[in-house]
Each structure stands twice: as C-alpha cells, then as structure tokens.
C-alpha cells in the first residue's frame, strides 16, 4: 500500500474516482426517463421513485456508514461499498418492470452510502496541512458536481446505441477498477478512540429520513391518506426521538451540538440548497428537452455542458477566490448566480433557442461550483478531525437529500402545473374533446411522456394540437417549479451572508 502523505495526490485520484461512479449515478439514469417509461410502463410516480430511491437509501444510510468507517476503517467501508453498488446496478440492469428496478437503485444507495463519506474522510487525513486540504476538497467538490452535471451525457452516449440496461451495466467493470486502485494506493485510517456504535441513532434517523422523503413524494398525487399521514407521523415521530436519543447517548451518531455552531448550520443548509436545485433541474430538464423539444437523449446530454464545465471550473477555482475575498462573499456570490440561472430558465418556452437553455445552465454551474467547496470546507471544519467519517456522512447526507428533496418538491410542482394547465385545456376544449380517443386524454393527464405515446399513435394532424398543448403545459408546470426554487435558494444567500463567517481559515485539528 502507498503511503498516503506521500502519495498524497495520487490517492485523490483514486478517491476521485470512486466520488465519479457513484456521483455519475445520481443523474445518467434521468435521460433514461423517457425510455423506462415506455419499456417498463412505469408511472411518474415509480419514475421518481427511479430516481429518488437511490437518494433516499443513500441518505438513510450514511450516519451509520460514516460511523462504521470511523470505527472499523474507511477503506474497508469504501470496498464494501463498491461491492454493494456493484451488485446492485448489475441487477437493476436485469429488472423487467419499475419495482425491481427503484428495489435495486436502493440497494446502490445504500453502497454510495458507505463510499462517498469515505472518499471525503480518507482525503480530510491524508491532506493535513490547511490550505492543500482547501484545494483538495476544491477538486472533490468538483468531481462530486460535474459527474452529477456529466450523467446524462454518458446516458445519452449509451442509449444512442444501446438500451438502458447499459446505464447500469456499465458501473460494475468500472468498480472493480476502483477495488483494484483501492487495495493498492489508499491508507487505511480509523478513530483510535474505538466508538462505541450509536446503532439506535442509526435507526432512527433512516427510519426518519426515508419516512420524511416518502411523504413529500407521494402527497401531490395521493393526496392526504393512509400512506401519506402514516409515512409523515412516522417521520415526526423517529426524527424527534432520534434528536432526543442524540442528546442522551454518551457518543452520538451526529452530535447535536454541532448544530449551535455557526459555521456547521449554515454550510450543511448551503450543500441542501446547491443540491436541491441541481438534482432538481436534472430531474425535468431531460425531459423537457427530449419531449417538448425534441432532442434525442444523447443531445440533451450533451446540451447540460454548460452546466457541468461552469461547475468544474468554479470549484476548482473556488479555494482561490475565497482565500483573496473572503468565505462569506464567495458563498453568497455562488447562491446569488445559482438564484439568477434558475429565474433565467423560468422563462424558457418550448421555443427557446439554445443560447437561453445553455446560458441559464452555465450561471447555475458556476454558482453551485463556488459554493460547494466552501461548504464542504465548513462542515469539516465544524467536526474534530478523528470524526472525519461523521463529517463526511453529514456532508454527503445533506447532498443526497437535498437532491432528494428537490427532485421531490419540484417535480411534485411541476406535475401540479402540468395536470393543472392540462385539465384548464381540457374545459377549454368543450365538446370537442370528444373527437379524441379517452385513452389519449387520460394518458395526457397522467404525464407528458404518456401522453406522448400514446399522442404518437394518431395520425399527425390531429396529433400535433395536443402534443403543443402538452408541451405548454409542462413549460408551465417547470416555470413554477423553477421560481419556487430560485425563491429558496435566495433567502439560502441571505442566510449565508448573515451566518457565513468572513473567512474560514482551517480545518480544526
């Protein structure tokens, strides 16, 4: 094995890789979208769940991940992971309909869930000295950022020429890549101290977590029922005492009072926003790319460019521009840019040339480039280094569900504006709706991807009306969705210029 100090960079890049697979994951199967859809007859609400049940798990898991890490070793945790997440998108690429499918997308979270903290806390005690630390985490936020923003262009290239089983398949040849480099380039570490595991803590706050997600989720569409007041009573319920148990307990799983601190609050709220609205934008404009305008997946892959290489290079230079301007600026210039390209993308129409979409795309990833090292830097300052697993698990768990969070609300916004505008179209329609087939209607008024299936089916000229109808009114639904996020994330600026300190010198030893 390397010695880790003096080696030092070449373990980051090892790190950087196992950060790439699983960050990857969070968006390649989005392009996907559409084709599920059709090939698994999965319904919006399974398609979240496609989505958010990796996010989900992930975040569920991680205190206890990070803890075991601290506790038996992160690199043993890394490796686990890697088996887990293999095995899981080796399978999900074998599922026949959506419920094997999101089964096996948990499965893969709870395998990020043990490596992402890794990757932060191996990298928080090889890197020692402050300000290379500051850098290296600059190039992690980086990698973490722009192979969120860089999935669905991979997912574009495979289903241009494959399917999208290929979007899982392709992980498992890349893990062991990434065991191999593991084995053989990165130091083992773990808390001297031996903690005792917080196993109830764990229990609590993933039963919580998953309950609280599960809630947001399901009411837009079911509405106030059995499901959605048993998941949001469970949620009040397991949070609450997991906060009382986290008071009590002689070595908590997340210290509760880490939350007086300043510097931690304000940071873990700040990774929340950043991803919130980037997994967010991720999860619908995919699809308004591909089906209002009519891109194929590869193009709308590669049309998020923009965001993925703003993002790569703030984050990179981010460490930089904090040490010349302080902290505090640079975290609330990054939001104030985040908040400006999501309120320039509210006033995309089905229309808009391509200049709007990138230019919106490219403001967002340089704010999101500018924030996240800065707030990743927080919160493992925030945490006594021995801790470092904790640190990360917290960190990666306010990134998984924020992004959970904001694929969540946004898309439940988006669905409320489309079926609103849908149903308004329909009323306006009077009698003549009955000239078109009810199994076209009620797809229609189920999602824009049914209902352009099933649109596809009638001859052109009477297609195209409702495909434009459609197409209005999903545009409507994202406006909403995306100004309601340009809202939370300027009130996040506000807070950060208020709590943010001027500068934050060190990670505490």
Known sequence: ?????????????????????????????NVALPSLQEDLKASTAELQWVVDAYSVLFAGSLLLAGTLGDRFGRRKALVLGLIIFGVGSLMAGFATDASQLIFWRAIMGVGGAFI??????????????????????????????????????????????????AIFWVNPPLVLIVLVAAFRIL?????????????????????????????????????IEALTIGSAVTAIVFLTAFVWWERRVPRPLLPMSLFGQRLFTVSVISVALVYGA?????????QFLQLVQGNSPLQ??????????????????SPRIAERIGTRITVVIGLSMVTLGLAAAAYLTADSPYWHIGGSLGLMGLGLGMVLPQATNGILASVPRERAGMGSAVNDGMSELGGSL????????????????????????????????????EAVRESLAAGNLAIAQLPREVGAPIRQVAGDAFVSGMTTALMVAAGIVAVGAALAWWLFPSRVERVEE
């Open 300 to 317: 709308s892959g590669i049309a998020v460019l923009p965001g993925a290489g703003g993002l790569l290079i703030a984050s990179l230079f």
């Open 116 to 165: 992402m903290p890794s990757t932060l806390s191996i990298l928080a005690q090889v890197f020692t000295d402050p300000r290379e630390r500051a850098q290296a985490i600059g190039i992690w936020a980086a990698v973490a950022g722009a192979a969120v923003a860089l999935g669905p262009i991979v997912g574009g290239l495979l289903l241009e020429h494959t399917t999208w089983h």
């Open 1 to 29: 094995m390397v010695a880790g100090n003096s080696h030092r960079w070449l373990v980051l890049v090892v790190l950087s890789g196992a950060l790439a697979l699983i960050s990857l994951d969070n968006t390649i199967v």
């Open 406 to 441: 904001g694929v969540a609300v946004l898309g439940s916004l988006l669905a409320f504006g489309y079926r609103n505008s849908i149903e308004q179209a329909i009323t306006a329609a009077g009698d003549a709706i009955v000239a078109i087939p009810a199994g076209v209607v």
């Open 278 to 286: 980037l997994m967010g934008v991720m999860f619908f404009l995919p």
């Open 187 to 223: 130091p083992e570490s773990s808390d001297p101290t031996k903690p005792r595991l917080d196993l109830v803590g764990a229990a609590l706050s993933a039963v919580g977590l998953i309950a609280f997600v599960v809630t947001v989720i399901e009411v837009p569409d079911a509405g």
